[in-house]
């Protein structure tokens, strides 16, 4: 199993950029879907997007806020799963987790690892 720890969080103005980092500790990582989730406090875990093993020919997918802004990718070589997201809004603040999946994976909600989270703040 895959341990996972996020970075890349921060203050950012609205508008701007940041880019997420999830990297994987352990055997296999380029076997597993990788997901991107939001959370702000007394709410519901969004999901934000997703990388299956073999991320081109359909091997992303986005939720609907998000599309168009935020990029996921992969480094298998490094262990690594990205988020960049451009066009930051306030709505986008919240806490972003990483979370794997073994195989290829096309949902949003059974996710078996999961990282400690990162914050990041969009100021109006």
């Known amino acids: 199993q895959v341990h996972l720890v996020e970075s890349g969080g921060g203050l950012v103005q609205a508008g701007g950029s940041l880019r997420l980092s999830c990297v994987a500790s352990?055997?296999?990582?380029?076997?597993?879907?990788v997901a991107w989730f939001r959370q702000v406090p007394g709410e519901e875990r969004e999901f934000a997007a997703a990388?299956?093993?073999?991320?081109?020919?359909?091997?992303?997918s986005y939720q609907d806020s998000v599309k168009g802004r935020f990029i996921i990718s992969r480094d298998n070589a490094k262990n690594t799963v990205y988020l960049q997201m451009n066009s930051l809004k306030p709505e986008d603040t919240a806490g972003y987790y990483c979370?794997?999946?073994?195989?290829?994976?096309?949902?949003?909600?059974?996710?078996?690892?999961w990282g400690q989270g990162t914050q990041v703040t969009v100021a109006s």
């Open positions: 979370a794997a999946k073994w195989g290829r994976y096309l949902g949003t909600t059974e996710y078996d690892v």
């Open positions: 352990g055997r296999a990582f380029s076997f597993y879907t």
């Open positions: 990388i299956t093993p073999t991320a081109g020919s359909g091997g992303t």
